[in-house]
């Protein structure tokens, strides 16, 4: 049945504003520039999408480091360090600190962070499946997921001895990654806003594919920046080796270089070491080398 006609809707009130819009001669705001580019070739805006977050992992470190090796910790390394963001920090805290990454663009920026603070600058190019240091440390860290780089089972063992052969006998190693869990729920999705000065970046990050034959995780990532002088769009796709429990076990016990100490989750509470379970996803090994 069709509406009743309302004739109050016909009639002009005194209240009512006409606002007039300029015209816009059709045009609509230009869409942003799109450009393909992998996220680490820019060290600043790597740094504000993941740095940001520094101080959960900085504390929990100096934690680790006094609760499983008790006054002893003065000297550290960390493989794939990136931009530095957690190197600095500790060193600031009086740590002597280096580490290694493939991207020279990472290195320099990490160096160039590293000299602005007083500290020397002590990141090189490297391979973290690759590697010897000229003195060994007495702890190495590499926090989140940096390891899951690495393509192949050869590649990770070759990481796991080379940071074996990088520590002090006793030496310890904080690996932080995410596990496949048991269930069939792969799928993730993150959305965060972050923004230092003019610079805003809006990032969205999710998994495209996961195969679990191929070990193989797909994460698309779309970044929505904005600088004073410029709006785009950088697209990247990223490629993770996947881990479960299971994986991980079988990893450490062919290597047979560390002690698992302990566990932990990405809430970085000392407090609270976890059991690994069929579900469990972020987890940080506390590793002691045999
Ligand atoms: C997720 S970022 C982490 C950076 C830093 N560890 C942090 O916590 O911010 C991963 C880093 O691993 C580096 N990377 C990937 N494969 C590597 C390899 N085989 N050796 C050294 N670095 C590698 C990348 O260039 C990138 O800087």
Known sequence: MPAAHDASQDQA?????????????????????????????????YDLVFGSD????????????D?????KVK????????????MVKLGKAGLAVAGNDLNEKAVAFCNERLKRHGLPETAVVGDMADFKLQKPVDACFNMINSFRHLGSEAEAQSHLNCVADALKPGGLYLLGLHLTPEDDDWEGEETWHARRGQLSIISDLRTTDFDRSKRMETLGMTFNITT????FVMRDTMHYRTYTRKEMAELFSSVDRFEILETYDFCYDIEEPII???????????????
């Open 13 to 45: 009130s005194d209240d009512d504003v006409l606002v007039p819009i300029p015209p816009d001669h059709g045009e609509v705001e230009p869409a942003p520039e799109e450009v393909r580019a992998n996220l680490y070739d820019f060290p600043k805006y």
């Open 67 to 71: 609760k499983y090796r008790p006054g």
């Open 54 to 65: 520094w101080k959960a992992e900085y504390d929990f470190l100096l934690e680790c480091f």
């Open 276 to 290: 690994i379970d069929e579900l469990t996803e972020d987890v940080v090994y506390v590793l002691r080398a045999k």
């Open 228 to 231: 004073p002088t410029r709006h």
């Open 75 to 86: 000297t550290t390394f960390e493989p794939a360090c990136g931009t530095g963001r957690l």
